[in-house]
């Protein structure tokens, strides 16, 4: 479910700053700037990790929902066009919590049978 945004509470990052993982609650705003890369893809780094999310398609008209699966934080990310040439990301906190699948060890189904 997307987070009923209220503009009154939002709390907004701004390009340039900073975010401490703790301030990324359900609502709170980032922007970050974006890449395209040689395809026409959209480069956007995540607001947790630093890790990469690749949009295809319309990116500059299309609202996606980005999961960062070594966080486990949803986002909602727009893209605005600066006419410049460059991209600006919007991230919105989203209040989802996913339960991320992660991969199992080799050994993972032999210790599930081992007493304790
Ligand atoms: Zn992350």
């Known amino acids: 479910m997307p987070f009923p945004h209220n503009d009154d ?3 907004n990052y701004r390009v340039t700053d900073a975010v401490d993982l703790n301030r990324l609650v359900p609502g709170a705003r980032a922007y970050r700037y974006a890449s395209v890369t040689s395809v026409g893809q959209l ?6 990790c630093g890790r990469i999310s690749r949009l295809s398609g319309d990116f500059v008209h299309a609202v996606h929902l980005a999961l960062c699966t070594n966080c ?23 209040d ?3 339960v991320v ?14 007493s304790c």
């Open 72 to 94: 486990a934080l949803t986002y909602d990310v727009r893209v605005i066009d600066e006419n410049d040439g460059g991209f600006v990301a919007q991230f919105i906190v989203r």
């Open 96 to 98: 989802e919590r996913p």
């Open 9 to 11: 509470q939002v709390v």
């Open 43 to 48: 480069d956007v780094i995540v607001l947790c």
């Open 101 to 114: 699948a992660r991969r199992r060890s080799d050994h993972w189904l032999a210790r599930q049978y081992q």
